[in-house]
């Protein structure tokens, strides 16, 4: 190679890698993506085949994510109808005030059986209090190492939420007290890696995820580049494990770093059948 091709060559690269960074951060953070899942369980009572849950998870709010791609998001998640609506935790990122903001967006959420919500490890490091207040105040119900009843009484759901595993004091057994042995069981949990602890502890058939943001930044054929702890197993997408289940989000906003590649902001659909 003369030094011609050399200097070719290099400005090639050079321009393929600015205009990589170019979209990594100012279009895919902004190319919300829907993803549809269909889960089969076990036992699932014919009034609850065709239940329909719409995920959302990681917020973010602020400095990286703007609230336009959250309205956006809350936007098509009423236009899908769900049944019901659950928000997997980590609505700031390091300003605990950015919930006043975000709350009243989230609070446009509608589902025929509710809108339901954890915390996430930001948001326990930051102010729960605020987060908590400020969400219940939008009829978003809190769930913090408690269960319920969702869904049609012919076959309801019992949907357990569990408080941060990395900053919280989770606990599942606590969470599921009041299930019954015929309903199906709902787990939400912001880290997903708690999974294998929650399927030995309780009856958990579904748990539902974010935390991991998917990595945010994903080479082709080697997967994420960087992942946090509790997030590093079942990161990104369904896992099942002894015939339960795990799906993770990929999440909406960023932290470390404003960027996304070949990973996208995510609302999920899910839609439960009988196995």
Not at 250 to 258: A, C, T
């Amino acid at each position: 190679m003369n030094r011609r091709e050399f200097l070719c060559l290099g400005g090639g690269t050079v321009v393929s890698c600015i205009a990589t960074g170019g979209y990594a951060s100012q279009i895919e953070p902004n190319c919300l993506a829907l993803e549809r899942r269909t889960i089969r369980l076990p036992r699932l009572s014919p009034a609850l085949d065709g239940f329909r849950i719409a995920l959302m998870s990681d917020h973010h709010l602020f400095p990286f994510t703007p609230p336009k791609l959250l309205e956006q998001a809350v936007d098509q998640a009423n236009g899908l109808r769900p049944d019901m609506i659950v928000l997997g935790g980590d609505y700031i990122c390091a300003d605990v005030e950015s919930i006043r903001e975000l709350a009243p967006i989230l609070g446009r959420l509608n589902a025929r059986y509710g809108v339901f919500a954890v915390p996430g490890n930001y948001d326990r490091l930051f102010g729960l209090s605020l987060i908590r207040s400020q969400l219940t105040a939008q009829s978003i119900e809190f769930l913090v190492n408690r269960g319920l009843h969702v869904g049609p009484g012919a076959g309801r759901l019992f949907l357990a939420g569990l408080d941060s595993v990395c900053t919280g004091v989770p606990d599942p057994i606590g969470a599921f007290a009041g299930y019954r042995e015929s309903d199906t069981t709902l787990a939400l949990v912001h880290e997903p890696d708690y999974f294998p602890t929650m399927i030995k502890l309780t009856p958990v058939q579904l748990q539902l995820s974010g935390h991991s943001h998917g990595g945010q930044v994903r080479i082709p054929l080697l997967g994420p580049l960087i992942l946090p702890f509790l997030g590093r197993i079942y990161h990104t997408g369904l896992y099942e494990l002894n015939g339960r289940f795990v799906y993770t989000g990929r999440g909406l906003g960023m932290v470390g770093l404003p960027l996304r590649f070949s990973c996208p902001p995510e609302l999920t659909e899910i839609t439960l059948e009988p196995a």
